[in-house]
């Protein structure tokens, strides 16, 4: 079975543009979270969602938005990019219920010049 | 709030010697724990949970946790390194109390990277 998809895998942008970034859970994976992770840190929640419908959100400005699709896949909207949104953005997909694991995606190098 | 310590940036240690990687958590409630690894411009591949039950955990490449309640730690260990080990390891907690109407946000360290010399 395919794991979790991510594209694209790099993206080089400037600063006040804006970006997408795409995500495809495991088969049968109905939650799908995004996080940041910027170089030599832990990685930071940003979003979850299930069923089409945010579930929680971390620490971050508005200019950060999410949707799922009803097949379950995920976008990452980043407006007005700052050169603090230079990192690796991961999806990661998860089962409902349990202890609720997730499985992680390659992940997107964003970088803002 | 959910927090989780990794106090070691780095761990060094010879091959087929004994590794643990340390892991001290902060949750409300029961905790959910996890161990992830992750290699150069990789994303995190899971290696083993720890929900409820036996305190010694056992999950991928030879790796097992264990589970501490009283000292709120889940040091991830190894009894025979090797070299492919090497890597960057992250533990993350999640509370047992969250249901999938809210989030099941989880809370990863900041890391621990991993070293093993021939």
């Known amino acids: 079975d395919a794991g979790v998809t991510q594209s694209p895998t790099h993206l080089i942008k400037t600063r006040g543009q804006h970006v997408t970034l795409r995500c495809s859970p495991i088969?049968?994976?109905?939650?799908v979270s995004w996080y940041q992770q910027v170089l030599g840190q832990g990685p930071q929640f940003i979003f979850q969602?299930?069923?089409?419908?945010?579930?929680g959100r971390g620490n971050f400005p508005d200019r950060f938005s999410a949707r799922q699709f009803p097949n379950y896949s995920s976008e990452l909207n980043v407006n007005a990019l700052l050169l603090g949104d230079s990192a690796l953005y991961l999806c990661?997909?998860?089962?409902?219920?349990?202890?609720?694991?997730?499985?992680f995606g390659p992940g997107t190098r964003l970088t803002v010049l | 709030a959910q927090s989780v310590a990794q106090p070691e940036d780095q761990v060094n240690v010879a091959e087929g010697n004994p590794l643990t990687v340390k892991c001290t958590y902060s949750?409300?409630?029961?905790?959910?724990l996890f161990w992830y690894v992750q290699y150069p411009n990789r994303g995190l591949q899971f290696l083993l949970k720890?929900?409820?039950?036996?305190?010694l955990v056992k999950g991928s490449y030879g790796f097992e946790a264990e589970f501490n309640k009283s000292q709120t730690s889940f040091h991830l260990k190894k009894p025979s390194a090797l070299v492919s080990d090497s890597a960057l390891y992250f533990c993350?907690?999640?509370?047992?109390?969250?249901?999938?109407?809210?989030?099941?946000?989880?809370?990863f360290g900041s890391g621990t990277r991993l070293s093993i010399r021939p």
């Open positions: 990661a997909s998860s089962l409902v219920g349990g202890a609720g694991e997730q499985f």
């Open positions: 088969s049968g994976h109905k939650s």
């Open positions: 969602y299930y069923e089409k419908e945010e579930r």
């Open positions: 949750v409300s409630g029961n905790p959910y």
């Open positions: 720890y929900i409820t039950g036996d305190n």
């Open positions: 993350a907690v999640r509370a047992a109390a969250q249901t999938y109407s809210s989030a099941s946000k989880i809370i």
